[in-house]
């Protein structure tokens, strides 16, 4: 009976590893070959790997480029820019020289000094308003569009510049049709300035 089980067993391991054999034999191998175009030109990943690493210098480049990219100190925008400034400094300078000639409790027919410092500051600063101007219709035009609304900071920034460029303009033109007694301009003046302020602190 043992004999008998023992042979059973040595029959059942030959036929397994019978099977196996033949399964390993119809079995293909590993392939390890390399494409059909990496054998024809060995060097073509070569290329594309350097290929891929020029692009990527190419990049890194361009973006080295784009940081080190410097605006011109002199355009249109900075034109304005400066002009801009130019006009709010005359402007204090204007207001500090006020004091100069007669501006309050002056007598009805007293004269008043036209060419002093303080009226060459004022005109000077009204110069500076209108180059401003100017230079800001031709440099930002398209900046410009009521479709945004008069909320959106370039429309305020027109609106408040225009606006305060022309109340000093007012000022310096009242106070420059009267040569006696006394012209209140001052206020207008300083809201203007303000006006022009708040427009370069908008887009600033």
């Given amino acids: 009976m043992k004999v008998t089980v023992r042979l059973g067993r040595l029959a059942a391991g030959l036929c397994f590893a019978a099977l196996s054999g033949t399964v ?21 990943m070569l290329a594309a790997n350097e290929g891929g690493a020029d692009q990527v210098g190419n990049k890194s480049n361009s973006v080295a480029a784009a940081a080190q990219f410097e605006p011109p100190l002199w355009s249109g925008s900075n034109a304005h820019q400066y002009l801009g400034l130019g006009t709010i400094a005359l402007a204090g300078l204007t207001a500090m020289t006020a004091s100069e000639g007669c501006e309050h409790n002056c007598a009805a027919n007293q004269q008043r000094d036209m060419n002093g410092t303080h009226a060459k500051l004022a005109y000077a600063t009204t110069a500076f308003a209108a180059a401003t101007i100017a230079t800001g219709l031709y440099s930002h035009w398209d900046d ?32 420059a ?28």
């Avoid at 034999?25 to 060097?43: C, F, I, M, N, Y």
């Avoid at 609304?149 to 303009?169: E, K, R, S």
């Avoid at 301009?185 to 600033?204: E, S």
């Fill in 144 to 175: 410009f569009s009521t479709e945004d609304g008069w909320t959106d900071p370039d429309n305020l920034h027109v609106l408040l510049g225009v606006t305060g460029a022309a109340l000093m303009a007012y000022a310096v033109q009242k106070s």
């Fill in 24 to 44: 390993s034999a119809t079995e293909q191998g590993l392939d390890l070959s390399l494409p059909a175009e990496v054998k024809q030109s060995p060097r073509a």
């Fill in 177 to 204: 049709s009267q040569s006696t007694g006394q012209v209140s301009h001052a206020g207008t003046a300083i809201a203007g300035a303000v006006g022009m302020a708040v427009a370069i602190k908008l887009t600033w």
